[in-house]
């Protein structure tokens, strides 16, 4: 498929355009960081665009000199305007600040007027925000934000734009992400995170003591975790369906069959599709409770699926989250992988609605809505993603 032209980037990602920068890297999926573009230029290799940008608040191992990095265009979208939230509601898709950008989650619990846990399904872990800490989600597409914000909000650019001027860039190793430094005086009360791998996932309620250096500070610390897991309960013999941390795989969910519960958060699980090295049985193994979820509900068959909405598809006896990018004839679709960068044609057949499974429930994503008249409607449109089609069939 063809790739988006320059002059789309030269038109929403031009020199000095305030942007946001999505990552590819392990851990980042569903994040977006401030930034601003510095030149653009097409791939001698297979004639993608890419963008140099400058970070805002990403700094190189230094921590005296903003990130630089040359990114694909399809990881920028425009700075969205701001919107004024005062409240948002259960099962609303909203983006967190944290650690130094917006994170996409899905908020599960309204805890009071100013305060909400939100759930990040990347990571499948909930942690709580104040309202001044989120905003609505929005998708960027096709030069729109779906849904559209509030009038008065969507403030587009506008079509003309200064000419980008080429700089030549040459290839240099990227340098390890780093956040801002932060000045804490003493008696703050903060939170610190530990490198060491028996710490990992647990964070230290502190008391700054003084400032030791010019990026170290002296703490008085006190263990307590924050991961807060959504357990599940699974009998012997039920139907699930598991998820896999390994490369390849994100976004995948394998069936499978509870064999016995282990320990706590811990059960052995049949693969119904995977077979062990010997292939003399069905592969079992050892799996935690959040890479879990009971097999999801049979729902009304959707006569039509349309452009952007989220759905899984059936590949190789797998179930993968993916993204409808166009809708063909003949009942057929194309879906985008975000995490592989591909895009592979489906029948309807092998499709079906995405869901989340939250607090143990079963919810549906915000569905994007498009207005009456918009060509995203059409069935031969497309979202380029300048990658190979092949039919599943």
Not at 9 to 36: M, N, P, R
Not at 121 to 148: D, I, M, T, Y
Not at 155 to 160: N, R
Not at 241 to 254: K, L, Q, T, Y
Request: with cysteine; charged share 30%; glycine share 6%.
């Amino acid at each position: 498929m063809a790739d988006i032209d320059e002059d789309t980037v030269a038109h929403y990602f031009y020199k000095g355009a305030e942007v946001e920068i999505s990552s590819k890297e392990e851990g980042f999926q569903g994040s977006w960081y401030a930034g601003t573009v510095l030149s653009h230029r097409k791939s001698k290799r297979n004639s993608c665009m890419k963008v140099l940008v400058k970070y805002k608040t990403l700094f190189k191992d230094d921590g005296t000199r903003r990130l630089r990095e040359e990114v694909d265009v399809l990881q920028l979208r425009p700075a969205p305007p701001p919107e004024n939230r005062c409240s948002f509601e259960s099962s609303e898709n909203v983006d967190a600040y944290y650690h130094d950008g917006w994170w996409e989650g899905v908020i599960t619990e309204v805890l009071r007027e100013d305060k909400y846990k939100v759930f990040f399904r990347g990571s499948r872990e909930q942690k709580n925000f104040k309202a001044s800490q989120l905003r609505r989600h929005h998708e960027w597409a096709v030069g729109k934000w779906l849904p559209p914000f509030e009038p008065g909000f969507d403030k587009s650019p506008p079509l003309k734009r200064p000419k980008v001027e080429g700089v030549s860039m040459s290839t240099k190793v990227k340098p390890k992400k780093k956040t801002a430094d932060n000045n804490f005086s003493p008696g703050t009360t903060i939170k610190i995170r530990s490198d060491e791998d028996r710490c990992q996932d647990a964070s230290f309620a502190a008391t700054s003591v003084k400032k030791s250096g010019p990026s170290e500070v002296s703490v008085a610390t006190e263990v307590k975790s924050n991961k807060e897991r959504i357990l599940n309960n699974f009998c012997p013999g039920a139907p699930v369906e598991v998820s896999s941390d390994e490369d390849g795989f994100e976004g995948a969910w394998f069936p499978a069959t509870i064999v016995k519960k282990l320990r706590k958060n811990k059960y052995l699980i049949e693969y119904q599709t995977l077979r062990n090295d010997n292939d003399t049985e069905f592969l079992r193994e050892e799996v935690d409770t959040s890479h879990i979820r009971p097999c999801p509900p049979d729902i009304e068959l959707l006569d039509r699926f349309e452009v952007l909405e989220k759905v899984e598809a059936l590949y190789n006896d797998i179930w993968w989250v993916g993204v409808i990018s166009k809708v063909r004839k003949n009942d057929k679709y194309n879906v985008y992988f975000r995490s592989s960068d591909e895009e592979l044609g489906f029948n309807h057949s092998r499709l079906r609605a995405h869901q989340e499974w939250i607090n143990g429930k079963w919810v549906f994503p915000s569905q994007v809505q498009f207005p009456e008249h918009s060509d995203l409607h059409s069935s031969e449109h497309t979202l380029n993603y300048g990658v190979c089609v092949e039919d599943q069939v």
